[in-house]
Structure formats: structure tokens, C-alpha cells
């Protein structure tokens, strides 16, 4: 047995319990068993959790309530079994990435989508970085194609995906300006951004600056003010589904408005891999990315974790503490506090 967070229905956190449930076999498709002891929470683990119709109808989750009563993909932790045809990892491996239900105690993983953790970070740092840090990278070096030397724009530079994709920029040679709020411009200069705007006494829309690559995270400006912000040939990546600007783009898309062969304007959502996984270790180690960790919750209060992210204050990323636990190699904090 062990303790895990369940919801028997969608709805706010007050759905979510803590239960005693049946610890998971790895089998041959998440063939790996994995001892949680740090997760982290991502907005679409909020959106899973609220399940809005449109969610349930294209992710096939369940219509009327969950198929999947387990909450959370984020995890670092430890190898507890392995499936016959796994052969990359053992029992006692630290390892992070995307696991089922990880809001658990254990957890169960595909073996492509995880990885040996960085040995310079504890669990609740690399807990903080696949869904946020491979989004960024994605991003960036995928959909934006980003090149040394280049004029980049990252707007919510003070969230989980944009802590960093400031980092991620700044590793490949860019010029990064971030913005973010008041608070925040202090940590997107440690984090190596060139310049910072403070959006509640500025908007970058207006200041005459152009940009090679824009990545936007907090999705607060039309189309059209995007369009006269890139410089020819520059791309515009709008992170994950985001309301009223999602929808635009989407009209701009299918009216033809933003020609077909046009490759500038693009949305998209994260690939969970190994490969890429593997690339964040390394910068990891080499000490061009570190976590931003805002808050941390136990298990048992999961709810206030989400609620807390809902409310669209968090700094970097929100960290859950499965259990306490010291790794093996005793590594030396390695994250910049909130």
C-alpha cells in the first residue's frame, strides 16, 4: 500500500484526498517503479483536475469523472523495480521526469521519459524541472530556433517555464530582455537576463524595440503588436493553450490571415523525452540552468499547492515534498530561492 492524492470527480482543489491506495506494478508499457520523493505542479495538472468538457472530450481523460484518479506528471526519486524489458535502469538509480500519478508515494514511468537525475541538484529541484524546463527548451531551440547573438524576448520571465527559458536563452548566446512584474526583476537579472522590464510600469509593446524571438508565457498582447515587435524573419512561440490569444491565433491560422507557409507564429505543447531530458541534466551540471523553487507543500496538502498556482503568483515553480530525503551524493543547493 501506499499514500496517494486521488480525486473521484473533477472540480476545485476540495476534490483532492489523501488515500491510502494499492502500490502500482511496472508492466510493459511503464515498465518502471519509482520511490517519489519530490514532485512539482504544472498547469495542466491544474486543468486535468478541473477538467473543463473541451479537456475531457480531446485528452479522452473521462468525460463524466476521471479515468485516472491519480494527479501529477512531475517527479525525482529513486528506481524501486523494473519491468523484464527495461533495461536502461535499475533499482537504486535517482532518476527524473514524467511519471503517472505522481502526487504518490510511488509512481510508474515509461523508461523514455525519464532520466538519471543531475548530481548536483537535490530531489526537489530536479523535481522542479521536466514538464516547465523542457517546454522552455522546446521552445526555444525547437520552435523558435534560437541563435547566438539574437534579440530575445521572454514575456513571464517570473514563472516556472520562464525562470527557465531565461536560462535556456542566456546558454545559447542570446540577448535576453525579460519581463515580469516588480518583484520578480531582481530574480530574472540573477537568472542572466540582459535587460528587465517591470509590464506594471512599462509595456514592451511600445518601447521600439524589435526582437528576433519572442516567447510568450503570460499571453497579454494581441497579434497584431506581436507582429510589429519582430524583426524580419523573427519568430513568435506562444506557449501552451492560452485563452483569448490562443484563440486569435487560431483565427489568424485557419482564416488565412497568418499565411499557411508562414513559420513566425506558432503554439505548441511540450514532448515529453529522454533525450531532452538528458540535455537539461547537462546544462544542470555545467551550472547554466538552476530551479527556481517559490513554495514548497507536503503531500497531504497538494490541494493548497494548486491553488496557490492558480492564483498566478508563483515565482518559478512550486515544489511537492513526497518525502524527506537525502541523495546519495549529498549535493549542495544548487537553486536560486524565490
Do not use: W
Not at 473543463?52 to 506528471?73: F, N, Y
Not at 502526487?103 to 541538484?121: D, F, K, S, V
Not at 519581463?179 to 535587460?195: E, P, Q, Y
Request: proline content about 4%; aromatic content about 8%.
Amino acid at each position: 500500500m501506499m499514500k496517494a492524492i486521488i480525486r473521484e470527480k473533477y472540480g476545485s482543489p476540495e476534490v483532492l484526498e489523501l488515500k491510502e491506495v494499492e502500490k502500482p506494478v511496472p508492466n510493459d508499457i511503464r515498465g518502471v517503479l519509482i520511490k517519489v520523493y519530490a514532485s512539482s505542479v504544472n498547469p495542466a495538472d491544474r486543468y486535468d483536475m478541473l477538467g473543463p468538457l473541451m479537456a475531457r472530450i480531446i485528452g479522452r481523460s473521462g468525460l463524466r469523472k476521471p479515468k485516472v484518479q491519480g494527479l501529477g506528471t512531475d517527479f525525482a526519486g529513486r528506481v524501486e523495480a523494473v519491468a523484464e524489458n527495461v533495461t536502461q535502469f535499475k533499482p537504486g538509480d535517482e532518476v527524473f521526469g514524467a511519471a503517472m500519478s505522481g502526487y504518490a508515494e510511488y509512481g510508474l514511468a515509461r523508461q523514455n521519459r525519464i532520466a538519471l537525475m543531475p548530481t548536483n541538484c537535490s530531489f526537489e529541484e530536479a523535481a522542479a524541472v521536466p514538464i516547465a524546463g523542457l517546454t522552455a527548451l522546446q521552445a526555444l531551440r525547437d520552435h523558435g530556433r534560437i541563435q547566438s547573438g539574437q534579440k530575445v524576448l521572454i514575456n513571464g520571465a517570473g514563472g516556472g517555464v520562464g525562470t527557465f527559458a531565461v536560462q535556456i536563452a542566456k546558454s545559447y548566446g542570446a540577448e535576453v530582455t525579460a519581463v515580469t512584474n516588480t518583484g520578480n526583476l531582481d530574480l530574472v537579472r540573477k537568472l542572466g537576463a540582459d535587460h528587465a522590464i517591470d509590464y506594471t510600469k512599462e509595456d514592451f509593446a511600445k518601447g521600439g524595440q524589435k526582437y528576433d524571438l519572442i516567447c510568450e508565457v503570460a499571453a497579454s498582447h494581441s497579434i497584431g503588436e506581436y507582429k510589429h515587435l519582430l524583426n524580419p524573419g523573427g519568430r513568435f512561440i506562444l506557449v501552451g493553450v492560452r485563452g483569448r490569444l490562443f484563440a486569435r491565433l487560431l483565427y489568424y491560422l485557419i482564416g488565412g490571415r497568418l499565411s499557411r507557409g508562414d513559420k513566425k507564429f506558432k503554439f505548441f505543447i511540450a514532448k515529453l523525452n529522454q533525450e531532452d531530458l538528458i540535455f537539461l541534466k547537462q546544462l544542470i551540471e555545467k551550472e547554466q540552468v538552476v530551479s527556481v523553487i517559490d513554495r514548497q507543500y507536503p503531500l497531504s496538502d497538494t490541494g493548497r499547492a494548486i491553488d496557490h498556482l492558480g492564483q498566478g503568483t508563483a515565482r518559478g515553480k512550486i515544489v511537492i515534498t513526497v518525502a524527506k530525503e537525502t541523495r546519495t551524493q549529498n549535493p549542495e543547493q544548487l537553486s536560486i530561492p524565490a
